[in-house]
């Protein structure tokens, strides 16, 4: 069973990209915890774009050039919830929230959650094994919204961004896959 269908079970919005990858799981996987924003084509641009200009604090939507994007996302809000090298790289977020509501601050408690007025991603990282000497590298995106009107609110925001988010996923794969087929120290 994949890991991700432990904490995303269900979902009402979802993406599904796959790219492969000249080089052994890994150090496909050494590539996707080390992959930072400025290897991904757009990436700064786009989120750029997403917050309207506006600056913040370190976040996926406001990631510091040089850092791992995954680094970037489990200091800022995201969870790491399932990471078995080699093989797949869960984390998770809650997206939309009642206001003051609390977190989840656990794996556990995020695989719980299922509360009307939250909506929750999950974004996996997926390496299996492709002859020869290669690796086929699925990134997923899950959305989870505990109730209409928070499906209707997020579907709203969903197809507004997925163009742009569809694209980022894209070229983030393409970043994993110069990573790990260049031989650039991981």
Known sequence: MRRLDEFAPVWQFNEVHTITVRALPDRVYRAIRGVSAAE?????????????GRPGPPSLLNPPAHLPLLEVATGSGFLLLADEPN????????????RGAPRPTSPAAFRALD???YAKATLAFEIEPAAPAGSLVTTETRVYAADAATRRRFGTYWRIIYPGSAFL????????RRRAEDGDPL
């Open 169 to 176: 996923r894209r070229m983030w794969l393409r970043a994993i």
């Open 87 to 98: 093989r797949e790289l869960v984390v998770g977020a809650v997206v939309i929230a009642p």
């Open 40 to 52: 991904v084509r757009f990436f700064r641009a786009l989120t750029w774009l997403r917050r309207f």
């Open 115 to 117: 509360a009307p007025g």
